[in-house]
């Protein structure tokens, strides 16, 4: 398997070593990546003003093979997209966060299905046990948040941020197991195949995902996550935060299917906390 690294980084470390030269064709393609991806050999000779050798002796230089291999890893970085390589003119400051995460939620406020979100609480209710799966950062986080949200109200849920260890657990659950994926893309390939592989032995699947994904496509139910990156590339994604809506659905709509049972535990909770730390009445419950 080949790492590949990223060639504008490799050429910033490499800059101050360059021979002067060197430095001159360096500049030339950190100034426009497309330009130089594109150009031939002697076209970025003469535009730098030096020897055909000497871009030879760049590529070289930067960790790559010939000039093809270098103008092939300039379109890689391309391909990722500008808003990661040029500085986007957008600021966002604290009320610019905020605003995110609140255009975020109301975007997926409106695609809501109230016939998935009960044909899901009827899959969990049914549930021998649930089974929580979620990749990276913000899906690690929160299948961890479906968990603490979960227990408490009595279901069995357990959650699972490895993906050897999700497919192992994938491959001997019960067909009366839930499997819920929490993936803001649906693509990660370590929560599609233990989906996947769930679905052989009978699981329903629900996933908390983009629509018409990998992920989605294997699901039973999908809860739809709409995503908006923009090319402020500094703050991190609010669309975290419509999936967490999501979970706080799925566990309220889950209590108020058994108040009474959700009660008695809730209760059982708050006086083993409140004895425990003290403080005002209308404390979070743990949190």
């Known amino acids: 398997m080949t790492i590949e690294v990223d060639i504008v980084s490799r050429m910033t470390e490499c800059f101050p070593l ?37 871009i030879t002796r760049f590529a070289k230089a930067v960790g790559c093979k010939n000039v093809r291999d270098l103008k092939m890893k300039l379109a890689q970085s391309l391909a990722i997209g500008q808003r990661f390589i040029h500085e986007s003119p957008e600021q966002s400051g604290i009320q610019g966060v905020y605003e995110s995460i609140k255009n975020v939620i109301n975007i997926n406020r409106k695609v809501v299905n109230e016939q998935d979100i009960a044909k899901s609480v009827e899959i969990l209710q049914n549930a021998r046990q649930i089974l929580a ?22 279901y069995p849920i357990t959650a699972y941020n490895d993906g050897l260890l999700a497919r192992m657990v994938a491959a001997t659950a019960d ?22 592989i769930a679905k052989q032995y009978g699981l329903k699947v629900i996933a908390i995902t983009a629509a018409e994904s990998p992920l989605a496509e ?23 935060y419509a999936m967490m809506a999501l979970i706080d659905v799925l566990s309220t709509e889950l209590a108020l299917s058994h108040k009474r ?6 209760r059982r909770l708050k006086l083993a906390l409140d004895s425990h730390r003290g403080g005002v009445d209308r404390q979070p419950l743990g949190d």
Do not use: C, H
């Open 175 to 196: 067909s009366n197991d839930v499997m819920v994926v929490i993936s803001a893309t649906g693509y990660t390939p370590e929560v599609v195949e233990p989906a996947t």
């Open 218 to 240: 294997i699901s039973d139910v999908v809860l739809p996550v709409v995503t908006q990156e923009t090319d402020f590339i500094y703050k991190p994604s609010a669309s975290r």
């Open 261 to 266: 049972r959700s009660r008695d535990r809730l």
């Open 18 to 54: 360059l021979r002067e030269a060197e430095k001159k064709v360096a500049k030339l393609v950190m100034d426009d990546l497309a330009s130089a991806a594109n150009a031939s050999i002697t076209q970025l000779a003469e535009e730098a003003g030096v020897s055909e050798a000497t």
């Open 133 to 154: 799966l979620g990749m990276g950062g913000g899906s690690t986080m929160l299948s961890q948040e479906l968990q603490f949200r979960l227990f408490r109200l009595g």
